[in-house]
């Protein structure tokens, strides 16, 4: 299992490097922004990364759900490990958000934006599940209360994509949409080659967390079963029941 | 700062976050199969 598992994941590992390095020169030689001028390369690393993060929440929301059908505990691996992926490319998308966010709107973060108020939400929750996934030793008790969290967790992505066009935002609305797009043919390209380049990050990031995941369920089914083996069971009328059924 | 070097400081540090999950999870696959080979001696 793992020998095949391990090329696999060094090789997207290695794909997922050069695609990005690929996408890195694209975004670096866009025009600079008539308003915005060079921080508005910052959106082939911004938006890509909160595009991931609501793909790796989805994807934990799905293995939650057929988790849940077929009991099958590599679904919770799935959920688990895309969650952790997840949190790490909202971290990105929020700090890429801030640095992007000083010079062009003059603050860092405002917590009176939905846009960015409800990111930092989703992160939290978020947090929050991988938290309860620790918290819990017992596996079946951790996919059972995980997947109830991941499937109603959710719910925040559409809110927190929607909340541009629902509430009054300073955050933008969306540059992309099923009419057409408002950006330069040349930063149109940059940017859906760095969300395609991001996206294979996500899958190779996938591959070797599962990986791990799966070692490590080998090494705890091992502890569980040396336990086992170190206990004596106990025998009826030994010394350790003395006085019971002796009158 | 200047422009620039802000979009470098943008990249730097997320690419430096997706490398030290990356390393993270080399490190942890290989501390596993080394406690695993070692309980299956």
Same mark, same amino acid.
């Given at each position: ?138 596996? !079946?008790? $951790? &996919?059972? @209360? ?6 109603? %967790? +959710? #719910?925040?992505?559409? =809110?927190?994509?929607? *909340? ?52 490590? !369920?080998? $090494? &705890?089914? @091992? ?6 083996? %170190? +206990? #004596?069971?106990?025998? =009826?009328?030994?010394? *350790? ?7 | ?41």
């Amino acid at each position: 299992m793992t020998q095949s598992a391990q090329m696999r994941v060094k090789l997207l590992m290695a794909l997922a490097g050069l695609v990005s390095a690929l996408g890195i020169w694209l975004a670096y030689s866009t025009p600079p922004d008539a308003l915005q001028r060079t921080y508005a390369r910052i959106i082939n690393i911004h938006a890509p990364a909160m595009w991931v993060a609501f793909l790796a929440f989805g994807v934990t929301a799905l293995g939650s759900i057929v988790w849940r059908f077929t009991r099958n505990r590599r679904w919770d691996h799935l959920a688990g490990a895309s969650a952790e992926i997840g949190v790490l490319f909202t971290v990105i998308g929020l700090v890429t958000g801030m640095i992007w966010g000083k010079p062009v709107w003059g603050v860092y973060f405002d917590w009176a934006d939905p846009r960015m108020a409800s990111t930092a939400v989703l992160l939290l929750v978020y947090v929050g599940y991988l938290a309860l996934r620790r918290a819990t030793i017992d596996p !079946e008790q $951790r &996919a059972s @209360r995980s997947s109830i969290l991941g499937i109603v %967790a +959710v #719910i925040q992505v559409p =809110l927190v994509y929607f *909340s541009v066009n629902l509430m009054r935002s300073l955050h933008q609305t969306q540059s992309i949409r099923p009419g057409g797009s408002t950006m330069h043919p040349t930063m149109l390209r940059a940017l859906l080659f760095n969300l395609g380049a991001f996206t294979l990050v996500y899958v190779a990031l996938m591959s070797a967390r599962m990986v791990v995941a799966r070692l490590e !369920e080998a $090494r &705890a089914a @091992r502890e569980v079963s040396a336990a086992g083996s %170190a +206990v #004596i069971p106990p025998t =009826l009328g030994g010394p *350790s029941l003395g006085g019971i059924g002796d009158g | 700062m200047g422009e620039a070097a802000v979009v470098n400081v943008a990249y730097i540090v997320t690419f430096g976050l997706i490398l030290w999950y990356a390393t993270r999870m080399h490190l942890r696959h290989r501390r596993l199969t080394r406690e695993l080979d070692q309980t299956r001696d």
